[in-house]
C-alpha cells in the first residue's frame, strides 16, 4: 500500500511539474508581448502528462463515475503530489527567471482569489467549469484516438482554448502562486477557499462533460 502511494505521489508531483513549465512558459510569453503564443506553448505540460502517463488531478476527476472508491481516496493523494510540483517549481522559476511589469502580475494572480462577491463567485465559478470541459476533451481526445499526432494536436487545441479564454485550472493556478509569490496580497484562508472552490469547480465541469459523453452513448 505504501509502496503505490508514494508512486502516486512521484508521479502526482511529476505532472504538477509539467504544468508549471507550461504556465512558466506561458506567463514569460506573456511578459514580452506574445499571450497568444504562450497559449499554445503552455500544453507542453498536458502533453507529457499524457505521453509519460503521470497521474493529474484535473485529468482524472473527470472519470470519478466510471471508477470505485479507492480511485477517489487516490485523487487527493494526486491533488497533494500536484500541489507541491507544481508550488516548488513555480517557486523555482520564479528564483531564476525575472518579469517585468510587477503591477500587471499583481493584478492577474491576485484576481485568482475570491472576494465575497457574486460577480466574482459566478465569474469563478464560469472560469473553473471551463477549465474542467476542456482538461476533459483533452484527455478524452488523448484516450480514444490511436494516432499520436491527432492526441497531441487535439490536447493543443484544448488546453490553448483553455488558456485564451482565461479559464481556472487549480493546479496551474497553483503554479501561478508559486511564480508570482511576491505579488500576492490575500491572506492565507482566502487563498485556501479559493484553491478549494477552484478544484471543484474544475471537477464540476470534467463530471459535466464525462456525463453528455455517456448521455450521448446511451442515445447511440
Known amino acids: 500500500m505504501w509502496y503505490n502511494t508514494l508512486k502516486t505521489w512521484v508521479s502526482s508531483f511529476l505532472a ?3 504544468i508549471a513549465i507550461g504556465a512558466a512558459c506561458n506567463l514569460y510569453l506573456g511578459s514580452i508581448g506574445y499571450s497568444w503564443l504562450g497559449a499554445f506553448v503552455f500544453p507542453i505540460g498536458l502533453l507529457r502528462v499524457c505521453f509519460f502517463n503521470k497521474a493529474l488531478y484535473t485529468g482524472k476527476v473527470g472519470f470519478i463515475l466510471e471508477n470505485d472508491f479507492y480511485y477517489f481516496v487516490n485523487l487527493f493523494n494526486i491533488l497533494f503530489g500536484n500541489c507541491v510540483g507544481a508550488l516548488m517549481f513555480g517557486i523555482r522559476f520564479s528564483c531564476r527567471f525575472q ?3 510587477g503591477e500587471t502580475y499583481a493584478a492577474f494572480i491576485n ?3 475570491l472576494s465575497w462577491n457574486v460577480n466574482v463567485l ?3 465559478l464560469v472560469k473553473g467549469r471551463m477549465a474542467g470541459v476542456f482538461v476533459f476533451l483533452a484527455v478524452k481526445s488523448f484516450k480514444t ?3 499520436n499526432g491527432l492526441k497531441a494536436l487535439f490536447i493543443i487545441l484544448n488546453i490553448a482554448a483553455m488558456v485564451l479564454l482565461k479559464s481556472d485550472h ?3 493556478n497553483v503554479a501561478y502562486f508559486g511564480r508570482l509569490l511576491p505579488y500576492v496580497q490575500a491572506d492565507f484562508i482566502t487563498i485556501i477557499i479559493s484553491f478549494v472552490f477552484n478544484c471543484l469547480t474544475n471537477a464540476m465541469g470534467s463530471i459535466i462533460m ?4 455517456e448521455f450521448n452513448k446511451c442515445q447511440d
Do not use: N, Q, R, S
Open 16 to 18: 504538477g511539474a509539467f
Open 99 to 101: 518579469l517585468g511589469g
Open 111 to 113: 484576481a485568482k482569489f
Open 122 to 124: 459566478i465569474t469563478a
Open 145 to 147: 484516438f490511436k494516432d
Open 170 to 172: 487549480c493546479i496551474a
Open 210 to 213: 464525462y456525463l453528455l459523453f
